[in-house]
């Protein structure tokens, strides 16, 4: 299985990444994928996202390793962005390449659970005159138990 | 050792990395909380509460519970926001 996972500033072509991804293995029969944006609550300015470098991409291989023991998986793209970014701009991409829809499903959503409670990422939100940092959800804690 | 700081932790602490001596009887992330806390002002604000922090040692999450030696990284930080 191949297993794709950037971190990077610049914006991503989902199609590009999907269709590089649906063309890993013949017997690739599904592709699910999950794009992240930045969404413009509340008069928000931009998002700033901060990460630990070296971690993060262990980490997150780590999952990638998990989900490839639990599904039958034949590709897995990460890109995730860090920097400053404006709403409505793309944060991060899952994409999961298997046979049928079933594993591409549960295995994206198994990834992304994980990323947003273990990848060592941090986002601030910058308002006018102010910057606040997002504190961690319970309710994304509780999305990722599931899978234990 | 080396410290790392990450998101809040960092602008309180006012610092992203510094390189420190594990001062001798300390051998746990515990005990490397309480000697950081008595730094300064800033570090006093953020390792006073430690259960708002969450650590990694040599880029693997860790428990405070979890031992340290001198040749280790240890990384402070907010629990995690990406996604």
């Not at chain 1, 609550?41 to 630990?52: F, I």
């Amino acid at each position: 299985m191949n297993t794709h996972i950037r971190i990077q500033n610049e914006d991503f072509d989902v199609n590009d990444e999907l269709e590089a991804l649906s063309s890993e293995s013949s017997h690739v029969g599904a592709v699910a994928s999950f794009v992240g944006l930045v969404r413009g609550d509340d008069k928000l300015t931009s998002l700033t996202l901060e990460h630990y470098p070296g971690m993060t991409e262990r980490e997150i291989k780590s999952h990638v390793d998990e989900a490839s023991k639990r599904w039958a998986l034949l590709g897995v793209t990460i890109i995730h962005r860090v920097g400053m970014l404006a709403p409505g701009e793309r944060i991060v991409l899952v994409a999961v390449a298997s046979s049928h829809r079933g594993a591409a499903f549960e295995a994206c959503e198994f990834l992304m659970d994980y990323l947003k409670t273990r990848a060592p990422f941090w986002k601030r939100e910058d308002r006018s005159g102010e910057s606040v940092w997002v504190e961690g959800r319970l309710s994304d804690n509780e999305a990722a138990k599931r899978w234990r | 050792m080396t410290l790392v700081y990450f998101a809040w932790v960092r602008q309180k602490v006012g610092a992203s990395e510094e390189t420190i001596d594990l001062p001798p009887g300390i051998s746990t992330v515990q005990g490397l909380i309480e000697h950081l806390e008595k730094r300064g002002a800033g570090y006093a604000e953020v390792f006073a509460h430690p259960e708002r922090l969450r650590v990694a040692i040599n880029q693997e999450h860790a428990s405070v519970d979890a031992a340290i030696g001198d040749t280790d990284e240890v990384a402070f930080f907010p629990p995690v926001t990406g996604g």
